[in-house]
């Protein structure tokens, strides 16, 4: 089976630094996922990792340790607009089927 | 990147009525879709995936016999929620992988019923 945890909520400050993390358990590992979810809105992709390191992409970075089942999100100079969930999502191996965790709702405030 | 519309984005129906909704790959062909529904304040729970030309593969808990999920083609996925019931009421997504194993999400339909 799978299973993912992930903090309920944080709140960090506007410019500010945050770092989500994400542990998961699995029985085949095909990949992590980040998604950005705003609320009524479907998910849109911020990350996938698939081999152990960091991933840049501009305020976004995701570290992966498959060997850990941990990953991280980490978003810099927050921003308001950056106040949505993040969800962390585990892709099994054969099939492309992603499981998603409860996800962590980010507060950013002035 | 890729494009995956769902139809409708919200409906309203009367208990005991089924309603339908619509997957659709806009610009790329999915063997493969998967249908999620999330609650309020709650992450995507997976439901089943859908399959091109064959049966549907639903998550443990799921009630096949009502969620009929019909992948009658590479581009076009339907659901379809019978005798719905107000616990029924919820917002469902679909999504479908490329093959750079990157899911696609539709926009969600939001089903409300009374």
């Known amino acids: 089976g799978q299973n993912i945890d992930q903090p309920t909520e944080m709140t960090a400050t506007e410019g500010a630094i945050v770092q989500i993390n994400c542990t998961y358990q699995t029985s085949g590992f095909n990949g992590l996922f980040w998604y950005q979810q705003h609320a009524g809105e479907a998910p849109t992709f911020l990350s996938y990792?698939?081999?152990?390191g960091l991933e840049e992409k501009g305020r976004f970075s995701s570290f992966l340790s498959r060997s850990k089942g941990y990953s991280y999100l980490l978003l810099k100079e927050l921003q308001m607009k950056d106040s949505a969930s993040y969800l962390c999502?585990?892709?099994?191996?054969?099939?492309?089927?992603?499981?998603f965790g409860a996800g962590t709702r980010l507060f950013v405030k002035a | 990147g890729a494009v995956v519309s769902q139809h409708p984005s919200w409906v309203i129906c009367k208990s005991g009525t089924s309603v339908k909704i619509e997957c659709r790959s806009l610009?790329?062909?999915?063997?493969?879709m998967f249908w999620y529904r999330q609650f309020p304040k709650q992450s995507l729970m997976l439901m089943a995936t859908s399959n091109e030309g064959s049966k549907a593969t639903y998550e443990q808990g799921v009630e096949k016999d009502k969620f009929l999920i019909n992948h009658a083609s590479l581009t076009l996925s339907t659901l379809t929620v019978t005798s719905a019931h107000p616990e029924d009421s919820s917002f469902y997504i679909c999504?479908?992988?490329?093959?750079?194993?990157?899911?696609?999400f539709g926009p969600g339909t939001r089903l409300t019923v009374t």
């Open positions: 610009d790329f062909q999915a063997t493969t």
């Open positions: 990792n698939v081999l152990d």
């Open positions: 999504s479908a992988p490329d093959r750079a194993y990157e899911q696609y």
């Open positions: 999502a585990v892709s099994s191996t054969g099939g492309f089927k992603t499981i």
